[in-house]
């Protein structure tokens, strides 16, 4: 693996040093809240946005702009419950995903608002509260995949390029930092050449900066294949972006946390770095109020034994979750320690769907 050439952030330095005393909590999901508000069109479009000619009700990250009270409260409501770390609204925040809308021009101001709105609601809750607070930059997958053919017919083809990948995580990854965040969080990667082009963004972006900020990566792990959407195992996929020395590595969303048990135990045997996960609140059910049926006991109770088991650093909900469920997860991993990053032996580590190593 490759050194760093740059020190870590003050911030990111804090950060380690709470994961190796206790485990850290993130907050729970962002799109499950605002659902609960029943918005409508007129609630994503202000004076800069009346004349987009295609609907853009759906397009959350646009509230930060347009109804930051909104996204202001969710922080807030997650602070309150006990995470230490809240996300940007920014899943959604790349030219590529903002394609849909018509809004690429508008990427770098909804990551730039988004950020402040974070950081603002962290202060003030930091100083109430007096801890410290940490908002991480959410860098989502897009919607396009790098190693896939979207078309059955033509297997050949590709919807983006690796090159157009990196660019619009740098300029994603660049308005973040400018804004203040603490952490950059490329998550809920199905795709490991995705991430790849997120991780070279990264690289870039640090090269032209004093610091480095702390990395977590966040794979997501689609069915119980214990696969990503491009066919990789998780020891697989970390074997192929180790080299970048993230300060966390772990998985997120698809399953509940049940179903994500040995996945986690695959990822936590092999990762040398601290382990996250986040998972749904069980799977997807479209007549429960939330849209998923795990209440925060299921939830805290999964994430107990995750933490009994010495498996996880940092823990954190995902669709479905709520601040409910934070604040039940939170008075739960009091009860155990962090888990302890191995060393494992050295070894040449490979891969493709499957991890090759040779000691």
Known sequence: MLPHNKPMSKAGEALEALMRERIVLLDGAMGTMIQQHKLKEQDFRNDSLSNVEVELKGNNDLLSITRPDIIADIHREYFQAGSDIVETNTFSGTTIAQADYKLEHRVRDINI????????????????????????????????????????????YRATSYDELKQAYYDQAEALVEAGVDILMPETVFDTLNLKAAIH??????????????????LTITDQSGRTLSGQTPEAAWNSIRHAKPTCVGLNCALGADLMLPYLQELSRVADTFVHVYPNAGLPNPLSKTGYDETPEDTSRALAGFADEGLVNVVGGCCGTTPGHIKAIRERMSEFAPREIPEPEKALRLSGLEPMNFS
């Not at 962290?122 to 509260?129: D, L, N, T, V």
């Not at 989502?140 to 033509?154: H, I, K």
């Open 113 to 156: 608002e988004s950020a402040r709105l974070a950081k603002r609601v962290a202060k003030e809750e930091s100083e109430r509260q007096e801890r410290p607070l940490w908002v991480a930059g959410a860098m989502g997958p897009t919607n396009r995949t790098a190693s896939l053919s979207p078309d059955v017919s033509r297997p050949e």
């Open 201 to 218: 963004a990264l690289e870039d972006l640090f090269d032209t900066l004093d610091e480095r900020l702390p990395v977590i990566l966040s």
